[in-house]
């Protein structure tokens, strides 16, 4: 289906160029996002009444013509190939909450250790809304006042379909980080940690390398092995029962930020785990 | 001698050889190893090594390496440029393993420690692999990005890490590339992490399918170079730079848990006294300290911080983050964070039953510590439904003692240990608890299997098997009945009676000596004896594998000699090493001297037909493990009455064709003897009780995955103790040390070990006596004297070694049948760390021996000759004494004749004689002195049928009067007749050995 334009020309409906290594959906087909808060995002969307450009932008996603999301204190930007060969400019405005708001809701979160640890452990708890709507905000956007969308394609309505894309996709990584949804309405994961008395300024978990240890001269304690531990190896793997490390691993990780490869990273994952503890097996067996 | 070395250095492991070595010599010894790999003159480069030194020369990094110890404080560090053969991983993998598990990569070749420990770390890389303790990372290599995988150890990984870093000896981070103006500034722990990403990033590399993938976006390449050869990622920096932070924000979590001073954990408590409430409860777990576990609560109140040295908001911001991600996995523990402080939650039994079956494991696969009752851990043996089955036999065989008799039993079942009727059982199926305290004990109950086993008991209320069977079903060979393991076996009456007595609970029955055994057994002799006929009766093979010097060679004859009283008629086979063969000729003819023996042996030997006809005429036939392949058809003709293997360690390797003959032989009884702690190597076991027991312990490769590997790589006690039970009733070891054997044994214990001639000393001898006979019969006087005693001299160095004789520092091995023997009784006292002196007349024969026991071992050897200053020999005695010090020390007789106290010898060797009692009992002393705790073995070497027997034997004679007749020297020699003097230096036909 093409459209009219002002002037009765008639547009036959544009084709994408194919994007080469975009950003795809997780989501194969229905709706997007797992969690109840993804689906909340994705429910102000879906509120706006856009219609087919809903859908289009749901194929966008799952196409990966989305090339790039960032998403800074109160603002998302992202690049989307569209029909033009320059990827299209998107960006995205939230109200951020007022620090007075903020601090309202860290006060009333303290109580109670479900708040710090489920979002410390990648999860939006659900009595977050009844706080927020305590302070008089809400989590979400709700009315469309709240959001401020541009896009540099020729389309007029907005939201268009780039956006939507966006959209989606974002509902995708607030699955995987719920902490994003705090920084899109100007908090980030470390301020507000700090604001709800769970730690001090923020530092980067890094492991620190030891310093130089100067070459002892002495024959005696330069050729001298320590002592050895026994289980140098550790536990048999259990080759036949419980699902090998692989899979565990890969869900240790969780999803990647924005995946762009063609495959799914988790296949990718657990069968270089499997093959790498079989092939290790036999390498300390000796074999 | 050199010895190798590693060191790690950026990319590659450097193997290096001390003292410097020329490329050809280092690829020479690399190779040796037998790694597969091939090298060129061109893969040798140069770096540079800093080196403990003094006076400009590398100091020796053990006194193996040629060139005196340095003591520590006479040194400093200095570059000295060698040749390396830098290895890449695979490489590196290949080498490792060739070193695994040995001293040596050939005579002469030693390997350093530093490569047991590479060894070591290389095996760390393979569990962290195993168990998935890395990630796929994006980081800058020269100028560029490569996508690598990395070690990331969590939890026990973690604590092995720091273990292994902390025992990297300095010498493997102490190579460079640079230049020589500054040494390499290194730590161990980057060390360490280096080479595990190097060997882990190659192995999942490798592993990987190399599958064609598209590469359509950046993460594309990136998985792309993950899982081929090359690692490198070819795109825009800055793009790269944003991947590589993204990588590092996905592995966020994993990454704060392994650098975290501690983990979540979660303890399963059982109800107190008659309550019915469970409790899990949540802790914090040291991640190098496992034993470090404080309880949450101390957490919340931010007072454990210290123990952990973390400061108390990271503490709590970890529990917190670690207790979202266990809600994610466990409900229960997300009900309890409606707490401001949750410190764990309670639950019923089925709640109980349900953590210890599925949230367990989904926990701790979740990286999460978790801590569960004994009795649950435990349960392989302890809390599984087991079968028993109980045998009511007469007291007494009907028809004599034989594992064919079929006997009866009943089936019964046991839970946790405990016997359990029908009823009993019903009854617990019906309570539809999951866990349930049975006398004091909590057990596991499942219904299903519980309905399984009153099937079983319905069906199979009593079975019949032949004692064999049973005995399988009691040491546990047998597994299973049914849909049951079988747990055990109860036994009264005759049956009941073998069982004790085979696992040795019960002592048998004693045999006396047999009557025409010369010499009399001591009671542990009488004990062994008695047990191999216990076994031979029941048609079981045994091995004996008593401590060297405790008599292994009179308990075996008694057992024939026995044997042939009763009226057995048909021939023993005796295999033994080439070297002892006259050994056990001798010791036959002193013990049992009514037993006809055959020597198979040499080339004269019979084949075939004469073979066999001769065989049937001796009570034993004495042949060598070369020849048991050899002449595999001519000794299969014959159906022996038994089959005995002496230093069956010759056996170990199931796969040699020696092995494979000896497990093809037909015969009666099978016994196998060995000085060796065979139990401890069990790799060897197999081999050996195929050989006792045939098909006892199964297939070698089952073998392999039920006990070797489990075993052997991953220390696992319960696969060694079952194995142990297994094997336990047919190995008899008695140690010397053992309190009941020093009571039965001598202080000091005099042996002669009979040796052999090589044909090269046959014809050396030969050529000596030829060359001077005629000289010293027209000879007269100081003239003859002086001809005669050279004539003793030149004999005595051919009967110790042709290179000793010829002087031309010429090979060693194989080329003495006294320097063969020496070295396979060393072998066994090295095994059960004995010290040893060795004692010799020659200090050029002192040369030799250090030399080969050196290169053989791989092993420091003390020398003091006549040449040894005072103050080096004081240091020697006191090296000696020193029980991490050297344990072989090699005397010249005159010099260590006097003055010397080493009392931690338990075996004295004399490898040659002086003829001359009173000088070697005076040397034997230094080794047994007032204030010995344990006894002494004295072992002197005599050539079978050279000179060195006849002058034994002719000391013996004369034992009595000997200090009178022989003097102090060895002059009286000289006085011999011409008539006694061609008797003495006559060649007898047996003393060659091949």
Redesign the interface.
Known sequence: MGRWDFYDRYFPPSRPRTAKGGIRAQSKRGGFGESWWAKRWITVLESFNIGARLQRGRRYARDGQVLSIEIEKGRITARVQGSRPKPYEIAIKVKALSATVWKKVADSVAGQAVFASKLLGGEMPHEMEEVLRAAGVSLFPERYNDLTTDCSCPDWSNPCKHIAAVYYLLGEEFDRDPFLIFRMRGMDREEFMTLIGERGPARRPDALSPPPEPLPAAPGRFWKVGALPDDIAGEAPDLRGAPLAGAAVARRLGRFPFWRGSGTLQDFLEGAYNAAATKAAEMIEGK | MIVLHAAFREDRLLVWAEPEAKKAALLAAVTQLGTGLKFKLRDAHEAVA????QDGQP????ALADGA??P??D???APHVVETLPLCARQT?AFL?AC?GKRIAAPGVLL???L??WT?A???????????????TLVRENDGWAAR?MPAPTG??A??LE??A??????A??LTWETKDQ????????TLLAFSSFILDH??R????AES??K?????L??AA??SPDASVAAADSELAALAA??E????????AS??PFRLAFRLHEPENGTDGWQVKYLLQGTKDPSLLVPAADAWNRKCAAAFGS?A??L??Q??????????ICPRV?AS??????EGYPLDATGAHQFLRETA?ALE???FGVMLPSWWTRRGTQTRLQAHARVKSPAAASAGLSLEALVEFDWEVALGGEKMSRAELAALARLKQPLVKLRGQWVEVDAAQIQAALDFLKHNPSGRATAREVMRMAIGVEGHAGPLEIGGVEATGWVGDLLTRLEGRTPFAELPQPEALHGVLRPYQLRGYSWLDFLKRLGLGACLADDMGLGKTVQTLALIQRDRAEGEGGPVLLVCPTSVVNNWRKEAARFTPELPVLVHHGIARNRGAAFQKAAAEHAIVLSSYALLHRDQETLSRVDWTGVILDEAQNIKNAGTKQARAARALAGGYRIALTGTPVENNVGDLWSLMDFLNPSFLGSESGFRKRFF??IQ????RGASDRLRRITAPFILRRLKTDKSIIADLPDKQEMKVFCNLTREQASLYEAVVRDTQAAIESAEGIERKGLVLATLMKLKQVCNHPAQFLKDNSALDGRSGKLTRIAEMLEEALEENDRSLIFTQFTEMGDILQRHIRESFGIEVLYLHGGTPRKQRDRMVDRFADPAGPRVFLLSLKAGGTGLNLTQASHVFHFDRWWNPAVENQATDRAFRIGQTKNVHVHKFVCAGTLEEKIDEMIERKKDVAGRVVGTGEAWLSELSNAQLRDLFALRKDAVGE
Do not use: N
Request: charged share 20%; glycine share 6%.
């Open positions: 800093w080196l403990p030194t100091a020796p990094s053990s110890a340095v520590d404080q040194c400093y560090l993998i393993t695994a350093g420690d530093d047991s420990y070591a290389m095996c760390f890389c393979g569990g962290l692999a195993v168990r998935g303790q890395f990630l796929p995988w026990a990984d604590a092995r273990a292994l902390k025992a990297m000896p300095p010498c981070r102490a040494e390499p500034e290194t730590a161990a722990e980057t192995l999942v490798s592993a990987s399918a993938r598209t359509e976006s950046l993460h594309d990136w998985l993950l899982a993204r990588i924000e996905w592995q966020r979590p994993i990454r704060v650098l975290a400061d908001g990271a709590r911001e529990l917190l983050a670690s207790l979202g991600q266990a809600a994610a997300e964070l409606k707490q401001a402080a949750p494991a696969q979740g990286g590997i489990p790589v991953y220390a696992d």
